[in-house]
């Protein structure tokens, strides 16, 4: 699904794909969230698992990115809310986490998930691993003038 954005301030029309980013870490979120705006060209927005289940079911979201490192299975318990609801269970969900052992790869291949990211990950080219994953092809490149 894409949606039409409008930026109206100068008169920007493009298609994009809109991803939400679930992270309690506030800074690895906005880091994130510029990533995937800047160099993949898509539309990004962030929250915290506090309200995810709000803002998942608000939108029409192409892709769900999961923070699910914290140890604590929080992650975890909003992935199984995700895929409960019939509001969400349709978007993919790519999971990225900073705890990934050999042994994890079993149980993320009985999920019903995109795909897994290590963290730490590289800023510039986090979209196009997510492009790979999810089969999309980047916008090209924007041209700048000096």
Do not use: C
Request: net charge negative; glycine share 6%; charged share 15%.
């Amino acid at each position: 699904m894409e949606a039409m954005l409008v930026r109206p301030e100068i008169g920007l029309y493009s298609r994009t794909k809109q991803v939400l980013y679930i992270d309690d870490d506030p800074a690895v979120a906005i880091v994130t969230q510029y990533s995937l705006e800047l160099f993949a060209g898509w539309y990004a927005a962030t929250t915290d698992a506090r309200y995810a289940l709000d803002v998942a079911t608000s939108g029409p979201w192409d892709l769900i990115l999961l923070e699910t490192g914290r140890g604590d299975g929080a992650g975890q318990t909003l992935y199984q809310q995700l895929r409960a609801d019939p509001r969400t269970r349709s978007i993919p969900i790519i999971l990225l986490t900073s705890r990934l052992m050999p042994s994890d790869y079993q149980r993320y291949s009985q999920m019903a998930i995109a795909g897994v990211i290590p963290k730490p990950f590289n800023p510039v080219t986090l979209g196009t691993h997510i492009a790979a994953l999810m089969d999309w092809s980047l916008p090209s490149p924007v041209q700048t003038l000096n």
